[in-house]
């Protein structure tokens, strides 16, 4: 079966650094696309980042570019994202998800598997 488990969340204050990890199981991530979401309290699940397993191409939304980093462990299957510079509005549940290929688009309707997520709180 397929499984993605994060960790990591945790609250912080603004300016401090979290670094999350996402275990993948279960299907051939090296091979997959891998991305990180957040969706924060009413408002839509949105994208963070992405990464191309096999060639480690990346991509950031303008939000988090320049402060955090998609980055992977292929011979562990597991991906991280190392947030820095933290705002309040980061402040999000954060997802992991993986897709056969990376689609134009960074959507969460485009990703097939989902991890449960991990609470990062940042306090101003």
């Known amino acids: 079966q397929v499984q993605l488990a994060e960790s990591g969340g945790g609250s912080v204050q603004a300016g401090g650094s979290l670094r999350l990890s996402c275990a993948a199981s279960?299907?051939?991530?090296?091979?997959?696309?891998m991305g990180w979401f957040r969706q924060a309290p009413g408002k839509e699940r949105e994208g963070v980042a992405r990464?191309?397993?096999?060639?480690?191409?990346?991509y950031y939304a303008d939000s988090v570019k320049g402060r955090f980093t998609i980055s992977q462990d292929k011979a562990k299957n597991t991906l991280y994202l190392q947030m820095n510079s933290l705002k309040p509005e980061d402040t999000a549940m954060y997802y992991c998800?993986?897709?056969?290929?990376?689609?134009?688009?960074?959507?969460?309707?485009?990703?097939?598997?989902w991890g449960q997520g991990t609470q990062v709180t940042v306090s101003s």
């Open positions: 998800a993986a897709n056969p290929f990376c689609p134009s688009l960074l959507r969460p309707g485009l990703f097939r598997y």
């Open positions: 990464i191309l397993t096999s060639t480690g191409s990346t």
């Open positions: 279960g299907f051939t991530y090296s091979i997959y696309c």
